[in-house]
T-cell receptor
Framework: KNEVEQSPQNLTAQEGEFITINCSYS?????LHWLQQHPGGGIVSLFM???GKKKHGRLIATINIQEKHSSLHITASHPRDSAVYIC??????????FGTGTRLQVFP | DAGITQSPRHKVTETGTPVTLRCHQT?????MYWYRQDPGHGLRLIHY???????DKGEVSDGYSVSRSKTEDFLLTLESATSSQTSVYFC???????????FGQGTRLTVV
């Protein structure tokens, strides 16, 4: 069964801290997606990656295919980063399998 | 931003009534999806479409039907709404398998 697990489920941080959110998946994938959802808001795609690392501003996503693991890092966190971060695994089908999300709160 | 809109954004309906949610895209993407989001669960796939008139069931399809008569529109119908269908519904689109996914703003449906 294809599964996606995220950790931690909840995360609090002080402004400026370095944050890491982890995602593990059960079998080989063709792509891993990181999404962001602000409270009461829509879902925005942050990254899609199949190998290596991608960076956008203060956000960095990495993936280790051999270990079936991906991480999302936020450098110099800010209260506006407070959101739910969701990873989703794309297998060789046309569907995504979603993790349950990590709720991040960054305090000033 | 990708052109994808959902309507309505909020709806309250009574148990047993039919409800239709609409997803409209202007990206000409092949794949369209309907998900529901509930506390404690990840996004769960209800139905999806891989082309006009081509649809398939997801993991939580019971009580839902879909139609796609045009590339740009994907309709989700609750034939007879139940309280267990109270949820936030998201539509998503992808151009091809495993390309970036774009999501609508969501529809909050309450069945009373």
């Amino acid at each position: 069964k294809n599964e996606v697990e995220q950790s931690p489920q909840n995360l609090t941080a002080q402004e400026g801290e370095f944050i890491t959110i982890n995602c593990s998946y059960s079998v080989g994938i063709s792509a891993l997606h990181w999404l962001q959802q602000h409270p009461g808001g829509g879902i925005v795609s942050l990254f899609m990656l199949s190998s290596g690392k991608k960076k956008h501003g203060r956000l960095i996503a990495t993936i280790n295919i051999q270990e079936k693991h991906s991480s999302l890092h936020i450098t110099a966190s800010h209260p506006r980063d407070s959101a739910v971060y969701i990873c989703a695994a794309g297998y060789n089908t046309d569907k995504l399998i979603f993790g349950t999300g990590t709720r991040l709160q960054v305090f000033p | 931003d990708a052109g994808i809109t959902q309507s309505p954004r909020h709806k309250v309906t009574e148990t047993g009534t039919p409800v239709t949610l609409r997803c409209h895209q202007t990206e000409n993407h092949r794949y369209m999806y309907w998900y529901r989001q509930d506390p404690g669960h990840g996004l769960r796939l209800i139905h999806y479409s891989y082309g006009v008139k081509d649809t398939d069931k997801g993991e939580v399809s019971d009580g839902y039907s879909v139609s796609r008569s045009k590339t740009e529109d994907f309709l989700l119908t609750l034939e007879s709404a139940t309280s267990s269908q109270t949820s936030v519904y998201f539509c998503a689109i992808m151009g091809t398998s495993n390309t970036e996914a774009f999501f609508g703003q969501g529809t909050r449906l309450t069945v009373v």
